[in-house]
């Protein structure tokens, strides 16, 4: 079958029309739905509505006999790093806990830095001239917005399957304002990719022009599974520690889509000095965090093994999801030759590179469908996407039944943008830049 650009423009017209059927079909349905940010289903906070009730008959005892009602433990308890520990792949006194949300803690790290300095720094960041930040795209938009916030430069470099363009990496972080680079390691925010284990040895080990470089290494979707494949992530602190880099990893990650979103813990992994300095500043900020949250999140999942179960229950309920997805996209779009698209084996998202020009005019087609997309541009710093191509899918929050309607709406606003700009290319003569 030939490429959708290498089509004639009759018969381009011809699935215009055929595709344009579909679509105006589509709409007299007068939908409203939301695909545009990976939200825990109901479903699958129900999976953790135990919780609610914990702890419970009054014991409010930690391990050690304390009160976990009371003030301070800025650390976290020990059970509560214990039970974590592999989810961040860091010895549990190499932890903190926090309360709900790890991007308040990466907020906190930045501000510090800027304010303070980190270990292996002779200033404040702030004092930097232009202090810049690498930024793996497509990326998380929440992430670009933290430092788009406090005046960082952001440098964006191209994701591969295995994790980020590391030769365009090492070419950057040799320029001593370039202070951290952003790293979705396992499942890549969106693109579902694995970091390898050669790129985080990179990472690791690679000579940086700022001796204060840090990696932001936000594990977001550390056990979010959706196959039996479970990739194994190698461990950055034992290989920047070997490297002589020990401080160079900031290690970031939660439970919200574990177990409560709203209600989860957050947490800080990172080397005795980097911990050092956190708490540092944390005892100025807090008296101390939630204990009594952490204490149920150990009673209710008691050890990595129940954390384990419990994620592949999360499994159970969004794998079906993922692959309404991916079923409309290849019974939609598998015949262009202009479209693709990930399938991930973890995270949260799917990825879609639509043509050239037409990410824009996909999210419009969708909006008139009545389905609600994350703004495309969102996956890159600024909210400009240089080639109006990526699109995230974020299949997680509605039912199965809701996704495989959406997917079939969304497949259709793609195929329709696409074939759009190929006829209106043919019709001028030449073709779109891919």
């Not at 050690?64 to 003030?71: F, H, K, L, S, T």
Request: glycine share 8%.
């Amino acid at each position: 079958m030939p490429a959708l650009l290498d089509l004639p423009p009759e018969t381009l017209a011809v699935w215009e029309r055929r595709t344009r059927d579909l679509y105006d079909s589509f709409r007299s349905r007068e939908l409203k739905l939301d695909m545009t940010r990976g939200k825990p289903s109901p479903e699958q906070l129900a999976l953790s509505n135990g919780m609610l009730t914990l702890p419970g008959n009054g014991d409010y005892q930690t391990e050690a006999g304390e009160d976990a009602r009371n003030y301070g433990g800025i650390q976290g308890l020990p059970e509560t790093r214990r039970l974590f520990a592999p989810m961040l792949d860091a010895p549990p006194d190499q932890i903190v806990v926090a309360e709900n949300s790890s991007l308040a803690v990466m907020h906190d790290c930045l501000v510090w830095a800027l304010l303070k300095g980190v270990p292996g720094g002779t200033e404040p960041w702030s004092r930097a001239a232009s202090p810049a930040f690498i930024c793996p795209v497509p990326g998380y938009d929440r992430h670009f917005a933290l430092c788009e916030e406090f005046g960082f430069r952001l440098l964006p470099v191209a994701m591969n399957e295995d994790g980020p363009d590391m030769d365009a990496v090492e070419a950057l972080a040799a320029d001593p304002s370039v202070k951290g680079m952003w790293c979705v390691p396992k499942y890549s925010n969106p693109t579902g990719a694995v970091y390898s284990a050669a790129t985080v040895r990179r990472l690791a080990t690679m000579k940086t022009g700022a001796p204060d470089f840090r990696l932001f290494w936000d594990n977001a979707y550390a056990v979010h599974h959706l196959t039996g494949i479970q990739p194994e992530l190698a461990d950055v602190l034992t290989l920047a520690r070997e490297a002589g880099h020990a401080d160079r990893p900031f290690i970031f990650a939660s439970t919200s889509k574990v177990t409560l979103a709203g209600a989860g813990l957050a947490f800080f992994g990172g080397s005795p000095a980097n911990v050092a300095w956190y708490l540092a500043r944390a005892n100025r900020r807090t008296i101390g965090p939630d204990k009594l949250n952490q204490l149920r999140h150990v009673r209710f999942l008691r050890d990595f093994s129940g954390l384990e179960r419990h994620m592949a229950a999360q499994r159970h309920l969004l794998a079906p999801k993922f692959a309404a997805v991916t079923e409309a996209l290849d019974r939609h779009l598998s015949d262009l030759g202009t479209v693709r698209w990930t399938t991930p084996a973890g995270g949260y998202f799917i990825s879609v590179d639509a043509m050239d020009g037409t990410a824009r005019r996909t999210v419009e087609l969708a909006r008139e469908l009545g389905i609600a997309l994350t703004p495309a541009g969102a996956t890159w710093p600024g909210g400009v996407d240089p080639n109006d191509r990526v699109l995230r899918l974020a299949p997680t929050f509605p039912n199965v039944e809701t996704v495989k309607i959406a997917a079939e709406g969304i497949a259709l606003c793609i195929r329709l943008a696409a074939i759009e700009r190929a006829l209106a290319v043919s019709n001028m003569g030449h073709s779109p830049r891919m």
